[in-house]
């Protein structure tokens, strides 16, 4: 069993010994690293992550106290427009990386690698997250796939790159794989757990777990020692982690059954703008306290 293991097993859903240290509710102001998402998870303790696409947001979830923010390329969907993350370029996460950055004190920053940026191989994977370690100044990328990603991911952590995996359902993937649950049944389930320790052998600090199966996950994390990050896995992983549009209500249409629901600001935006507009026509705004004389 590994120590991981163990320590979830004695203490499985207390707040760590000493909280001050604890990467949501502590007191420290510096940048969270690796080493205290490591020493989080050796006390047993649990943690958020949401995304990030720009500085406002960004400084608003950094005053939470939310303690890791992804700059994913699921901003294709939520922020740009396009209809999967597919297209979403090198240039326009370096650019929204560098916002989320600016925009918070605290939090580490971890981006993701688009598709197309570290598919050919080590030396571009290294490449393009160099950039963004040097332009944007994340703390940490992400990039997708368990043993086909393994050399990728072995060669930026030997660069000094920290690296945060990400297996199950890889939405770069999604013209292959479409979007449904990964590692069901035991051929697949025992391709993630390949997938698992393949990411974490080649030095990658946490990985994500996304739309797998809840006890499947729950093994992933008993056998890994390094964090997992659950979304769409159940409660068994270190971490969870949303796409905020999602959390906080702002997406339209149909979300994700795994996703819950903590405000509706799509409604507060659109009774803001209509009040707005409503006042322009008719007269009322600008009053005279909104007027210079």
Known sequence: MSLQAAQNQSSPAGPPTDSSKALYGGKSTRRI????????????????????????????????????????DSMGNVHLGYETTVPVTMDEIAMLSAAVVRGTKRAMVVADLPFGSYQEGPVQALRNATRL???SGVGAVKLEGGERSHEQIRLLVEAGIPVMGHIGLTPQSVNAMGYRVQGRGEE???QLLRDAKAVQDAGAFAVVLELV?????AEVTRTLHIPTVGIGAGAGTDAQVLVYTDMVGLTGGKVPRFTKQYADLRKVLGD?????????VGGTFPAAEHTFH
Not at 38 to 64: H, Q
């Open 133 to 135: 370690v040097k332009e």
């Open 188 to 190: 697949a389930a025992q």
């Open 33 to 72: 690293t690796v080493h205290d998402i490591a020493a989080a998870t050796e006390r047993g303790e649990k943690w958020p992550m949401l995304t990030a696409y720009d500085a406002m947001t960004a400084s608003v979830f950094d005053e939470a106290g939310i303690p890791v923010m992804l700059v994913g």
């Open 213 to 217: 199966p809840a006890e499947l996950a």
């Open 272 to 280: 803001a703008a209509k009040e707005f507009a409503d006042e322009v």
